[in-house]
């Protein structure tokens, strides 16, 4: 996860201050990367108090952290293999420890409610996503079901009501296919929870529940090193999910039995 991501995700917990420190972040990341925090608080003509705040309104524990996240992102083109494994090994831990405290239970309400949950993935990988999410909750007593490609979509459309929910999954939630999905399940009442990479997307404000991985954007190693992107934390986001989903769903039923 790149400091750009925190700041998108916490944007509304950001005060004026707080932006201005990250508008000077953001056009001199190189020099930030090297400065001390009594250097960094000097450029900003702000307190030391507040860069730590606002490392801390991103989910960084201080000024430590909110540097180490700047040296990763100023050295994608000129770091190591070793130092790109180390920012992919990084970028998972954190991921996960995020996805590990994140406050679902308005997804799991909507979930639990439905009549029927459909899933649909944008792409090859994201249909994978699909079969995994199938796999899992049908093991733990539901079933989805997911389609293989957009046609399928376009047919069952017609049978969907407001009781419905889709899971879409897509990368960056941008595509006119999905976007225009998105519009046609608006006008119907479906509800939409969608899955797409932690940005600002169409698709996300469409929908009535977003969730948001992150994905680590590398150059491999060699004088022509190719561009790697990963998407293992979508797989790994969907475990963690289902398994919060049977913690949550547990609770609801033995409230349930308790009042009955």
């Known amino acids: 996860m790149t400091i750009d991501e925190l ?12 932006l201005y420190i990250w508008n000077y972040i953001s056009s001199h990341k190189k020099q930030c990367s090297t400065m001390t925090i009594e250097e960094l608080a000097a450029h900003c003509a702000v307190s030391k108090a507040s860069i730590i705040r606002f490392a801390k309104k991103i989910s960084l524990s201080g000024f430590s952290e909110l540097k180490v996240y700047m040296k990763m ?21 954190h991921a996960i420890k995020e996805l590990q405290e994140r406050n ?8 639990y409610h439905a009549k029927r949950v459909f899933l ?8 994978n996503v699909c079969k995994e999410i199938y796999r899992l909750f049908f093991n733990g007593g539901d079933y989805f079901y997911y389609f293989e490609n957009k046609f399928d979509i376009t047919d069952i459309l017609y049978n969907l009501c407001e009781n419905d929910i889709m899971i879409i999954i897509s990368l960056n939630g941008e595509s006119e296919h999905v976007v225009n999905l998105a519009k046609q399940l608006n006008m119907k009442n479906v509800k ?8 600002n997307n169409r698709l996300a404000s469409l929908s009535d529940e977003s969730i948001y991985f992150s994905n680590s954007n590398l150059k491999l190693p060699g004088e022509n090193g190719r561009q790697f992107q990963s998407t293992t934390m979508m797989f790994i986001l969907v475990e963690i999910f289902y398994i919060k989903y049977q913690i949550y769903k547990n609770e609801i039923t033995s409230l349930e039995m308790k009042n009955a």
């Open 7 to 18: 700041v998108n995700k916490y944007y509304e917990n950001l005060n004026e201050n707080d």
């Open 73 to 93: 992102d100023t050295s994608s083109l000129t770091s190591s293999g070793q130092d790109q494994l180390d920012i992919l090994c990084n970028g998972y831990i």
């Open 104 to 111: 679902m239970d308005s997804v799991f309400n909507i979930l």
């Open 120 to 127: 649909y993935g944008s792409g090859s990988v994201q249909v």
């Open 192 to 199: 939409i929870i969608s899955i797409t990479k932690l940005q």
